[in-house]
């Protein structure tokens, strides 16, 4: 595609539910990079890919966070159990090689209530 | 993991004038590579300039520059004839092998 799309660009879910994000990284882009950016704040990492594989999920906060990206390109990004600090903005991004630079996607809203 | 540090939450800078805004990391690494984003209020983030660790020269892309300084391990940013479409977050982040972190930003308003 043109760009990173993320979708949906905003969800607002009850505390406890499960919800899903997916971004679709650039066409070709080996690697895949999940950011969680609250108000104000610089993005956090929360997990890589490069590949099919997640090359580092050391930021992901707990175990109620999950990322795939099971044929290498879309990733999505799975809360479970959902709590009101989970409410950030959620940021895609990919590149194409090695070091090179990262492409952002809108980023999905996310809002617990 | 790297760390990014940016020491100004906050800038100003008057339309037409010169700003420089502050960017220091941690890293054991020699090799690497260094970026500028920009992120205009609800919008995405856009790479405004990449900096080579391993090139002494420093990057330029029309009014933006940077001043690479490898032993301080500083990478500061210099928008001249700063434009009002520039106001916006600014972030300074640090890649090795695809692993990407973000200094907590500077905002930066241009004033007419």
């Known amino acids: 595609g043109a760009g990173v799309s993320q979708t949906p660009s905003n969800k607002v879910t009850e505390k406890g539910k499960y919800v899903e994000l997916r971004c679709d990284p650039i066409s070709g882009h080996t690697a895949l990079y999940w950011y969680r950016q609250s108000l104000g704040q610089g993005p956090e990492f929360l997990i890589y890919?490069?590949?099919?594989?997640?090359?580092?999920d050391s930021g992901l906060p707990n175990d109620r966070f999950f990322a795939v990206r099971p044929e290498g390109s879309v990733s999505t990004l799975k809360i479970q159990r959902t709590e009101r600090g989970d409410s950030a903005m959620y940021l895609c991004?990919?590149?194409?090689?090695?070091?090179?630079?990262?492409?952002f996607g809108q980023g999905t809203r996310l809002t617990v209530v | 993991a790297q760390t990014v540090t940016q020491s100004q939450p906050e800038m100003s800078v008057q339309e037409a004038e010169t700003v420089t805004l502050s960017c220091t990391y941690d890293?054991?690494?020699?090799?690497?590579?260094l970026f500028w984003y920009k992120q205009p209020p609800s919008r995405q983030m856009i790479l405004v300039i990449r900096?080579?660790?391993?090139?002494?020269q420093n990057a330029t892309e029309n009014r933006f520059s940077v001043n690479f300084q490898k032993a301080a391990k500083s990478f500061s940013l210099k928008i001249s004839d700063s434009q009002l479409g520039d106001t916006a977050m600014y972030f300074c982040a640090f890649m090795k092998n695809n692993d990407m972190r973000f200094g907590a930003g500077t905002r930066l308003t241009v004033k007419p």
């Open positions: 890293t054991s690494e020699n090799n690497y590579y």
């Open positions: 991004a990919s590149s194409l090689d090695l070091d090179t630079e990262a492409f």
């Open positions: 900096q080579e660790a391993y090139k002494q």
């Open positions: 890919f490069q590949g099919t594989g997640a090359a580092d």
